[in-house]
């Protein structure tokens, strides 16, 4: 990891610490997205873009991978559904046989409701929890926080961060590179 | 009265108010939520002490109610189910618009659904808080409750699955925790706003708490997005059959009036209805004392009045339909339930219903009523009223003269019947003044996202032409 200061007029120089990465602030999304498929095609892997609100494509625009968040809740809400079907299959068959109606003990119609409601609420929860869980939440502290003004992107700004141990990473080239996509401003982020 | 300066404002109806940038968004929602203490408007002191005053009132009548036993209510035999459980089906019905606006208007990709989704998801869950307690409420023991719920226990026992009253706590259950999922991670982008704006260290810890570190960044988006618009496809089928299961507590039942195949759709048509009158009856004073008539616009307002009155139709439908089968049937118990409805000791009750859910939603059809605030919000409290008449006729009124004439019987509530419904208004509205004081009312990142389409890509093509076609009125 290059540990130099970038040798422009006017940067403070500080005691070294380690780095998380640099990042370039925008104004508007249109500037972000042409920024964020720069950064893709000059073979940056290690980078993501900070927004306010949801931006539509920009993880392609970075070569994201699609979540696979889907295929777990899938899983989840047949398990809920199964597993409501046997919880009632259970207690109404072997562990408290009662006949109630005339009806038969395995009268599985009368369990539809049940079912159905455990599917939703294993996969719903499976959804809500799992893309807290997998996106790292909740957590105590992130380095891209240290980036000046990163308040802003929260509110109405845009911020694309190349973080250091992306093999390509070069303080000096990367710093260089962001700046030349005309962001508002690039600053280094410690970790 | 208003938090704002209470400078002119144009009425309009576009989804988003002319002039918006992101961060005036930001500061129209946020900065009501992040004032300080001392600098809380007067008009929400107000709100706030008279609805605690209400709560108390319910604290009071639970106490008694415990203490006593249910006999304080007008229940009896053959009125077994008398006001806890129509105040349970009312207020339950009146969450469900909350969760469509969430829900299915995000799957229909409406996107005027954006600025109204989080209030009134909150109102969903306040009413669901109001309707859960009343079950347990008048279970006689409710300390035990928790004897409905299937766990492993020394007894041996296993609750009845067979029983749609087993199902209801299912259904609830459900629907109260995936409601409060949904608010939650809805509010977690707003959340970190908060965090990134607040100065007081009281809410720097709070906002930053709950927003549980988001960042915002690509990766975290795209994972909310997916889990965001799963939770709102398992939501919409969930909201559908909360009420359809309510309603199987009275098809399943042979009593005349509740057997009857037409029940789920059109308690869930109701409920519908019920719940967009909750909607503009709480939307109109919020736009109005936050200033925000450029997110909540005349749109938001015509359009919720144009699903009341859709929905309402399909209860008017449900009436006419539940006379028919009475006399289609050729059972003669049925038959006498709907004379006894209409003509019978209880008469004023159904013909008070069809004049408020059926006379007075006509006005909803010009669209002079649908764009007046006033007119809107009177016909929405008609309209609440009219709803809580429906369930009154549906379950006491068909249990007074079921089948032998030696065991009817008449159903007279009580004063603490009223102080608890009464009462569970102020834990409504208790938790809806803390809830627009302390979180934000609007969800401002997909606002912001709305916003940001509009201005890009136009999602709504007829917005010009509307906005060309609808002159926009000065208040």
Known sequence: ?191 | MAVTTGKPFVETNRVIGPGQTYAKIDDSVLSPVLLDVQRTPRWWWIGFGISLAFLAMYLTSIVHLITTGIGIFGNNIPVAWGMPIINFVWWIGIGHAGTLISAALLLFRQPWRTTINRFAEAMTIFAVVCAGLYPILHLGRPWVFYWLLPYPNTYGLFPQFRSPLDWDLFAIGTYASVSVLFWFIGLIPDMASLRDRAKLPFQRLLYGVLCLGWTGSAKEWQRYQRAYLLLAALSFPLVLSVHSTIAMDFAVAQVPGWNNTIMPPYFVAGAVFAGFAMVLILAIPLRRAFGLENLITMRHLDNSAKLMLATGMIVVYGYLLEIFIAWYSGVEFERYMIWNRMFGDHAQFFWALILCNFVAIQPLWLRSVRQSPIGLFIISIIVSVGMWLERFVIIAVSLTKDFLPSSWGDYVSTFWDWALYLGSFGLFSTLFFLFIRLLPSIATAETKETAYHYSHHKIDPYEDIRAEVFQEVSA
């Not at chain 1, 047949?78 to 009662?98: K, R």
């Not at chain 1, 395995?106 to 409601?117: F, G, K, L, Q, T």
């Not at chain 1, 996969?123 to 992130?142: D, S």
């Open chain 1, 1 to 191: 990891m290059s540990m130099t200061t970038v040798g422009e007029p006017g940067h403070m120089t500080r005691p070294q610490r380690p780095l998380h990465g640099v990042a370039a602030q925008f104004g508007t999304v249109d500037d972000l997205m042409a920024a964020a498929e720069r950064v893709r095609d000059a073979g940056y892997t290690r980078t993501d873009a900070y927004t306010p609100f949801p931006v539509e494509d920009l993880d392609e625009a970075l070569g994201m991978k699609p979540t696979r968040i889907g295929w777990i809740v899938l899983a989840a809400g047949v398990l809920g559904g199964l597993g409501g079907f046997f919880m009632q299959w259970w207690a109404n068959t072997s562990y408290y046989p009662l006949i109630i109606g005339g009806k038969p003990l395995n009268s599985w119609p009368n369990w539809i409701v049940i079912m159905y409601e455990l599917t939703i609420l294993s996969a719903a929860f499976t959804a809500g929890l799992g893309m807290i869980l997998r996106n790292g939440l909740p957590r105590a502290y992130h380095p891209i926080f240290n980036t000046p003004g990163f308040e802003g992107a929260s509110r109405d700004k845009f911020f694309i961060a190349i973080e250091a141990r992306d093999p390509q990473f070069d303080l000096r080239r990367t710093t260089a590179f962001l700046e030349s996509l005309g962001p508002e401003r690039v600053s280094e982020v410690e970790a």
